[in-house]
């Protein structure tokens, strides 16, 4: 397979490598590596097309709720998941103004409901695990190579890397994230921005000791347009905090929107134990948030969009990357299913398959992770509705989430039903 040594050659029109693979998975993100582990457990020949000069992730910790933990367990990855994260035995949502409690979801019943656990990991141990698995499996991994455009004529699908070289295989599957140059070429929409911007920041344990915060818990401080998320990571030695709001300068429309001045504003009337993490986020760098509408085709012709590149949400349900795991496991299975005796793949078959399920169980989440995130950063009436509604709740209810963390389906048949969503005004009285 390719490496260091291979033939670059600017402008050719002809694939300058001979040994090609199966498939060429552009994108080696979570969403990327992922695809590629389970296609290669199928017996394919994968290669993984990266445009960073190394493979790696920026940020800090990741939930995975049980329909992750599933994917993980499938590829026998969830043990070594598990050693490297944390299994929290709580959930719990605060109200980020008074701190008063408004639900939690017991995770050790859980795990009981939905055959495996909620865990939560550092994103670079994720991703270096499942780094690990695709080198032990034999995927061919490739850096300093960045996909500029896709060609679907011709008999199998090809694309040009920046340095004008040409790679084809029997499938293209990209897995470029939220701008991709896939979903550029193929759908030509645009990142739809939300005016919310996150700050992380990840601190080791003993920085946040004297806070009384909750070591075991995943907790999240919902207020009017903010909310904070803290949950421990790396078996309990680090402590990870997630600070998004609503910028006032983005509204405004300006430029330079989101910066540590917008951050301090933002929470300056929430409760002391969510100012108390204020100090500790990362100050240097920000993520402002993007989503794009749900588009319902995802492959065009022996091309598919995986991941980010196919489905990015607002992150308020934690399942982006869960939801960039399922793609690569239900494309898998979908391939093993159209394995002829001789190896072969009818990927129109699997690629039918793929497509038939995934786009409607991801608009779901898109769009609900939208309506999740209005929820979460209501104030005046609304915010004494929504908590009166989360306070009835009973903690073992699971009509909200059976919806997500069953099992993925494979045919849209086994799609799991959508809940009923509680009207606001179904509390009237509540006091604001
Ligand atoms: C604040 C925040 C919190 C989140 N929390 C959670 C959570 O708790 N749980 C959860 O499940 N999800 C969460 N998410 C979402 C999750 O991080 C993403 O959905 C997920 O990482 C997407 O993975 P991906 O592989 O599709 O894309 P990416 O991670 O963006 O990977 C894309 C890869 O493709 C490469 N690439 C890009 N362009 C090219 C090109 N032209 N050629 C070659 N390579 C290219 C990039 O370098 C990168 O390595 C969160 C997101 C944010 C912002």
Redesign the pocket.
Known sequence: MTDDTTPRVPGTTRPTHPDTADVLV???????LGAAFALAGEGLRVRV????PEFG?V?A????APN?TRVLHEYGLLDEAKRRGVVPETMVMFDAVDATELTRLDLRDLERRYGFPYIVIH?SDLHALLLDACRRAGVDLATD????EYRTRGPRPSVVLADGRIEDADVVIA???????ARDRFVGDAPVGSSYV?Y?GAVPIDDVRDQRVHENAVVVYVGPRCHFVQYALRGGEMFNQ?A?FQSPKALAGEDDWGTPDELDEAFADTAEQVRAGIPLMWRDRW?R?FDREPVDTWVFDRVAL????AH??L?YL???????LEDGWVLARHAARNRAADGTVDWAAALAGYQAVRPEHCRRVQRTARAWGELWHLDGLARAQRNRILRERDTYDYTFVDWLYGPTALEPDREAPMFVPIPLDSFADAAP
């Open positions: 552009v994108g080696g993100g979570i969403g990327g097309l990266e445009a960073a992730e940020g910790g990741l939930q995975l992750g994103r190579s960045r996909v500029v897995a470029d994230g939220l701008h991709s140059v996150a992380r997630v998004v993520w948030m995986l991941g980010d590149a990015p949400p992150q934690a399942q982006g990357a869960i939801m960039a």
